[in-house]
């Protein structure tokens, strides 16, 4: 097999650091520790900690016959997703130290047969898959024809529902698109040392070979990738870490424009500018999507120029809605209404479609129906030179609307206001149409459980604002 990515290191003796949260359990783990919320207690049953660098075989051989002896069925850590998790980082830190344990074989086997009659058609998407994953990987460790029988129904099935034309992840965060796209190489790495001839190793390595290619294009050249919809940084292997893996399996990436995936990436002069003029997902799981539409990011010299807020916590709380909110994006807000109603942690109501999408070299359009409830169209034109952006919003209505258009500056940005004029770090930017603008704070969320304050410049308006961002300083 070939070496697979070590992960970041989370563990140090009795304490674990999830999230940018870190508990120390001194005497014992508690294995349904709640302190931090569900999504930290999560990780700790993820088993990630098995396969950082240099762990030690006995010391992780104790920690699974800890959770064997402590975290039995019931516990949240029995349910579908953290047990596909545990799964792999089981099997492969069990296939390199070459352990043969029959307790922690048998409890592992049994976890397997759970996951198989508990796998997650309730909530699809990236849970289906990832059983799946754990079915395969699960297949080739015990040689089980029945486990692989489900992994292969649930692979074909969901690869092709899942990984767009273009390469993309159709629930269209970058960061689940980097977890996937890891979880698909192990299934070739273990795959191929197991079953080399399988006919579903083509498959995958084909769809491996698109998302590398998608994830190729809308990764900025410092190596981020841009925090849309649910994506924090810190949480998934990285872009060139991805490359690195795929290349040890002999996966190239295959470069297809991005198109099905509603994103678009634009490079001139001495800026990247990713923007979003798609609809927010699948219609039936919007779980992680954000009311973002015609929002963007940009990046001036390689570093975050205009930024999403980002997500810090997936927790059913106030700062969960406000990230997930129109404000929180660089787009247009019409009467303090939402162009997609997001609601609970991973809800959304009525939602924006986007239409008559035209593009070509210099320049995009579109409009989107996020605000027809309420009578009124918003449309937005991006033009592109070497050194400058230009945004023009359009509010049709046959009535008057209150409108605010957005821009978030990451917090290393010098932002300040002189007049209806914004320079932000020597580069000015000017508005044609606004009726006020003002320069207010945020809190920019790069990683879980991290905010960092930031400015935010609001630009109020009636029909129509023309944004002019100048990339170069003066």
């Known amino acids: 097999m070939a070496p697979p990515i070590f992960r970041n290191r ?278 992680h999507a954000h009311s973002d539409t015609f929002s963007f990011v940009l990046y001036r010299e390689g570093r975050p120029f205009i930024v999403d807020t980002g997500v810090s916590t997936y927790e059913t709380c106030e700062r969960r809605l406000a990230e997930r909110r129109t404000a929180a994006h660089n787009t247009v807000q019409v009467d303090d209404k939402e162009q997609s109603e997001v609601w609970g942690s991973f809800r959304v109501a009525q939602r924006a479609y986007v239409r008559d999408l035209r593009e070509n070299e210099d320049s995009m359009s579109a409009w989107h129906t996020g605000y027809e409830r309420i009578g009124a169209r918003h449309g937005r034109e991006f033009t592109f030179t070497d050194n400058a952006i230009v945004l023009r919003d359009t509010v049709t209505s046959r009535k008057g609307h209150s409108c605010r258009a957005f821009l978030h500056f990451h917090p290393d940005v010098h932002v300040y206001l002189e007049a209806h004029h914004v320079v932000a770090d020597g580069a000015p930017l000017s508005f044609s149409g606004a009726t006020d603008v003002k320069l207010e704070d945020f809190y920019y969320a790069p990683k879980f459980n991290l905010l960092a304050p930031g400015k935010v410049v609001v630009v109020s308006f009636s029909r129509e604002l023309v944004t002019t961002i100048e990339t170069k300083a003066i």
Not at 37 to 63: I, M, P, Q, R, S
Not at 79 to 105: G, T
Request: aromatic share 12%; glycine share 8%.
């Open 10 to 287: 989370s563990m140090d003796g009795t304490s674990f650091a999830f999230l940018n949260r870190t508990h120390d359990f001194r005497d014992r783990i508690d294995w349904n520790f709640a302190g931090y919320g569900k999504l930290w207690c999560y990780n700790l049953h993820y088993f990630d900690f098995l396969n950082h660098e240099g762990v030690e075989k006995d010391a992780g051989v104790a920690l699974i016959y800890d959770f064997i002896e402590q975290a039995g069925p019931g516990s949240v850590g029995w349910e579908p997703y953290p047990v596909s998790l545990r799964i792999i980082n089981w099997i492969k830190f069990i296939c390199r130290h070459n352990i043969r344990d029959q307790a922690i074989n048998a409890n592992l086997y049994s976890q397997s047969l759970h996951l198989s009659r508990n796998l997650e058609y309730h909530l699809l998407g990236n849970h289906l898959l990832e059983n799946g994953f754990a079915l395969l990987i699960a297949a080739c460790y015990f040689t089980e024809g029945k486990l692989y029988g489900k992994a292969r129904e649930i692979l074909e099935a969901e690869l092709a529902e899942q990984v767009l034309p273009d390469g993309g992840h159709f629930e269209l965060s970058p960061m689940y698109h980097q977890i996937l796209l890891d979880r698909l190489l192990d299934c070739i790495n273990i795959l191929g040392s197991n079953r080399p001839g399988d006919v579903l190793l083509d498959l995958l390595k084909r769809k491996a070979s698109v998302m590398l290619g998608w994830l190729s294009q809308v990764t900025f050249r410092n190596g981020d990738i841009p925090l849309v919809n649910d994506a924090a940084f810190g949480i998934a292997p990285t872009t060139s870490e991805l490359v690195a893996y795929a290349d040890r399996l002999g996966v190239q990436p295959t470069i297809r424009p991005l198109k099905e995936c509603g994103y678009r990436k634009v490079e001139r002069g001495n800026y990247e500018l990713l923007l979003d003029v798609g609809n927010i997902g699948p219609d039936y799981i919007p779980g």
